[in-house]
T-cell receptor, first 118, second 108 residues
Framework: DTGVSQDPRHKITKRGQNVTFRCDPI?????LYWYRQTLGQGPEFLTY????????KSRLLSDRFSAERPKGSFSTLEIQRTEQGDSAMYLC????????????????FGPGTRLLVL | GQQVMQIPQYQHVQEGEDFTTYCNSS?????IQWYKQRPGGHPVFLIQ?????EVKKQKRLTFQFGEAKKNSFLRITATQTTDVGTYFC????????FGKGTTLSVSS
């Protein structure tokens, strides 16, 4: 296992279309996070899962955003009725549970999916 | 909610010079993490600080957490071209709050 993977790496869509991104975390990492990053900014937290449970979703940007992790392995992030303001890099990260606290709190980021909404 | 200010936003140095980025909060922090993002890349974890006044070193990188746990800095001594990128501090343990980052450029 070489790290967190995300698919697709790039997505161009037209305003109003729905898009879905996939994230495969590092094997045996129980926690999975989604962030959004726009140009010149740090990543902005969206939501996270511990196994299949979504523990924090209040930071999802609107009700057009939803995330799932049905079997506690890979996760999907869906954006419905995309808007031009949704154009950004969507990053996924994972972290292990167990071990020292610092180890559990280290987040390993994937390469991201760059979304462009026309 | 918690916020963190990171300065400077940009820094250009000559290779071999030192570089420092600062992270400041108005509230006491439980911990702070530092990440590096290379151009076109993704954030990579560097270190986590949790104790007041804590200092950690990684080769040419020195990280310090303030005594009041409201600020932190990252210093790189004798910068190299491989150090280019954006350095972020981040608060929290799961739902991380990132600063805006300091983008470092290095000319040889």
């Amino acid at each position: 296992d070489t790290g967190v993977s995300q698919d697709p790496r790039h997505k161009i869509t037209k305003r109003g279309q729905n898009v879905t991104f996939r994230c495969d975390p590092i094997s045996e990492h129980n926690r999975l996070y989604w962030y959004r990053q726009t140009l010149g900014q740090g990543p902005e937290f969206l939501t996270y899962f511990q196994n299949e449970a979504q523990l924090e979703k209040s930071r999802l940007l609107s009700d057009r955003f939803s995330a799932e992790r049905p079997k506690g392995s890979f996760s999907t992030l869906e954006i419905q009725r995309t808007e031009q303001g949704d154009s950004a890099m969507y990053l996924c990260a994972s972290s292990p549970t167990g071990g020292e606290p610092w180890y559990q709190e280290t987040q390993y980021f994937g390469p991201g999916t760059r979304l462009l909404v026309l | 909610g918690q916020q963190v200010m990171q300065i400077p936003q940009y820094q250009h140095v000559q290779e071999g010079e030192d570089f420092t980025t600062y992270c400041n909060s108005s509230t006491t922090l439980s911990n702070i993490q530092w990440y590096k993002q290379r151009p076109g890349g993704h954030p990579v974890f560097l270190i986590q600080l949790v104790k007041s006044g804590e200092v950690k070193k990684q080769k040419r990188l020195t990280f310090q957490f303030g005594e009041a746990k409201k600020n932190s800095f990252l210093r790189i001594t004798a910068t190299q071209t491989t150090d280019v990128g954006t350095y972020f501090c981040a608060l929290g343990r799961t739902a991380l709050i990132f600063g805006k980052g300091t983008t470092l450029s290095v000319s040889s």
